[in-house]
């Protein structure tokens, strides 16, 4: 079965189908407009970023950020077999459209397999491993069909399974159900916040610094610009590499042991 180790973006191993498949807005995160399906100017030959080191300071924080989770290397090695979008045009294409597919069934697994992972999760255990095959059997398409997989039906399915591993995980710690509240910019610093549901909720520019998040469910919450400084995250539910990259933190902020620490962040 799936494991998180699997659902982490190795660039070596594909061919930055993310520096081409996605359409930019020159925004806050992206210093260009770029249409889908065209190369980033930054792009080099052999596929690596051209300013990889100052991506920040040249504009591209959304590229520091972007996670694919893992579906980049699993297109151009398993459905597209190793064959470069370069030197075999006709897959240009297709690889570009099936990246988003891709990427939104590796982030349902990303879900579903901590779900799985929390001792906790019994009650939901059989359904949620069902699913799980049900979205591996989908990954598995062959390129034709990947397409076709209908993702929306997935996540409709995967939903109310991740919400009562939630809610079970955070039975007991009386936390406030914040899903969907717009707390853009609140000061919850040094808030106990356990067991919180933050699900899809707005915090951006939210200050919580040194705040206690543990078990707080933060499946699809935005936190670009929250200060998450000496915050503890080790325990939250649902965090993403993205959700982090967005945010700012440091050296005494806890981290759940799948995920790394921003290269930006400080100390
Ligand atoms: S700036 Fe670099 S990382 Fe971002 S899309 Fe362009 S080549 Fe890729």
Do not use: N
């Amino acid at each position: 079965m799936t494991t998180r180790a699997d659902l982490r973006a190795d660039c070596a191993r594909c061919f930055a189908l993310c520096c081409v498949a996605p359409a930019f807005s020159r925004s806050s995160e992206f210093a260009i407009d770029k249409p889908a399906g065209v190369a980033c100017p930054h792009l080099a030959a052999d596929h690596r970023c051209s300013i990889h080191e100052r991506l920040r300071p040249e504009g591209f924080a959304g590229c520091t950020s972007y996670d694919c989770f893992g579906a980049g290397q699993r297109l151009a090695q398993v459905t597209f077999g190793g064959r470069d979008w370069r030197a075999h045009d006709e897959l240009t294409t297709p690889m570009m459209a099936a990246l988003p597919v891709m990427r939104g069934l590796h982030e349902l697994l990303w879900y579903l397999v901590e779900a799985l992972d929390l001792t906790s999760s019994d009650p939901v255990r059989g359904k949620l491993t069902e699913l799980v095959r049900l979205v591996e059997d989908a990954v598995a398409s062959p390129a034709e069909t990947l397409p076709k997989v209908d993702i929306g039906a997935l996540r409709v399915a995967a939903s109310p399974l991740l919400r009562e591993a939630s809610a079970l995980a955070r039975d007991g710690l009386g936390g406030a159900d914040h899903a969907g509240d717009d707390l853009s910019g609140a000061d919850l610093r040094g808030a106990d916040l356990r067991g919180v549901s933050f699900r899809g909720a707005l915090l951006m520019e939210a200050r919580l610094a040194d705040a206690d998040l543990y078990r707080v469910d933060l499946l699809g919450a935005d936190i670009r610009g929250a200060d998450l400084t000496g915050a503890r995250l080790a325990e939250s539910l649902y965090l993403t590499r993205t959700q982090l990259g967005s945010a700012s933190g440091d050296g005494r902020t806890t981290l759940p042991p799948a995920l790394e620490r921003p290269a930006h962040w400080t100390g």
